[in-house]
DNA sequence: TGAGTATATAAACAATTGCGCAGATTATCA
DNA sequence: TGATAATCTGCGCAATTGTTTATATACTCA
């Protein structure tokens, strides 16, 4: 009965990936479009050192792929059960908060289902 | 934006909640039928106290539901939703260590779905 | 009421984790 | 080759979190 330790470990990584504010709002910003950790940090406004962290752990954990191209680094999402888990995630809550607060609009608005092919983020 | 802080901060704490083994455990143990604290923490070979602080945290988080009856307390899975996202996120890994470890057997078979119960030939 | 059982809470400790600073690494270009 | 830009990493700090020991609360029964 102590193989389970290891399976429950793992599971419990899964969910630790998405359990921090600054990662939620990375995958929020690549899972549509590969984005450069430069453009991420901006749109963020966090610290390069704290993004590339954030980074390098969800790219360790499977949720992130990385491309570099030039002295450049793009990521990307990289696991799409991720990126739906998220959005019943935010389905639930959205659902949860209806009667209470507004936040409902801006949860159903994260982690958007990809709309039609869109090209490159523009500033 | 400053409001989308609230909801991602709602969204993690949400990941969180089954970011623990232990929460992880009892989350196995309570998803089918519903358990008093004693019980938990025999199956799970922990202590009192640890048991019941991880129960109170996730009946906080909307997770468990709880039901006193006489001197006993009954948790029980409150969020089918989270159930559903457990069951989704061992799939996930799973799959992802379907030909690496063997651990695939022992993870589909944590949080399962609830089984027919026979329905007592008391028609 | 008091004894006994089941569960919850308080305080203290240890381990983990997110963060920023400074320096290291990698890649491009002159 | 060296200079510059983009990204990564070692170290220390602060805050958070999981765990334990001891105690407190809630409920039942005599």
Do not use: W
């Not at 940090?41 to 969800?58: D, K, P, W, Y």
């Not at 696991?79 to 507004?102: G, H």
């Not at 990809?114 to 500033?123: C, D, E, F, L, V």
Request: proline letters at 4%.
């Amino acid at each position: 009965m102590d193989k389970l330790d290891h399976a429950f470990d793992a599971v419990a990584a899964y969910f630790r990936v998405m359990s921090e504010q600054t990662r939620l709002r990375i995958m929020h910003a690549v899972c549509e479009v590969e984005k450069p950790v430069s453009q991420i940090v901006e749109e963020l406004g966090a610290t390069q050192t704290n993004i590339s962290r954030h980074l390098n752990l969800m790219h360790r954990s499977g949720v992130l792929a990385r491309r570099k191209q030039g002295h450049q680094v793009y990521y990307r999402a990289a696991d799409p059960e991720m990126v739906e888990i998220c959005r019943r995630v935010c389905n639930r809550i959205a659902a949860q908060l209806d009667q209470e607060k507004p936040l409902r609009g801006d949860l159903l608005r994260l982690m958007p289902r990809p709309k039609r092919r869109k090209r490159a983020a523009r500033g």
